[in-house]
Nanobody, 124 residues
Framework: QVQLVESGGGLVQAGGSLRLSCAAS????????MGWFRQAPGKEREFVAA?????????YYARSVKGRFTISRDNAKNTVYLQMNSLKPEDTAVYYC????????????????WGQGTQVTISS
């Protein structure tokens, strides 16, 4: 089992940047495919990005964030990051990280473990 804690959310103006972090507990972080999801008020949770457990250069992005967001991981620090650039008001949401041991990075794969979320608010 793994526990996840997100940080780095906040309020920024449109066009700005934020970097979210997700720290994981345990010694097996490198075996988890990690994903970022978000949920805006009144909307369903949606996939944002994922990074493979085995090949860290293997990543997958939602079309809405591709080219603006970058997911990365540091297995030595048990941490996954989401660098968000060129932020837009429609990026406003609670952002969650999730973990799936040995999982594929396709968006619809189930993620058993979730963090508590961090609020990201983009002002226009």
């Amino acid at each position: 089992q793994v526990q996840l804690v997100e940080s780095g959310g906040g309020l920024v103006q449109a066009g700005g940047s934020l970097r979210l972090s997700c720290a994981a507990s345990g010694r097996t972080f490198s075996t988890y495919t990690m994903g970022w999801f978000r949920q805006a008020p009144g909307k369903e949770r949606e996939f944002v990005a994922a990074i493979d457990w085995h090949i860290s250069s293997n990543t997958y992005y939602a079309r809405s964030v591709k080219g603006r967001f970058t997911i990365s991981r540091d297995n030595a620090k048990n941490t996954v990051y989401l660098q968000m650039n060129s932020l837009k008001p429609e990026d406003t949401a609670v952002y969650y990280c999730a973990a799936n041991q040995f999982g594929p990075i396709v968006p619809m794969t189930p993620y058993p473990y979730w963090g508590q979320g961090t609020q990201v608010t983009i002002s226009s």
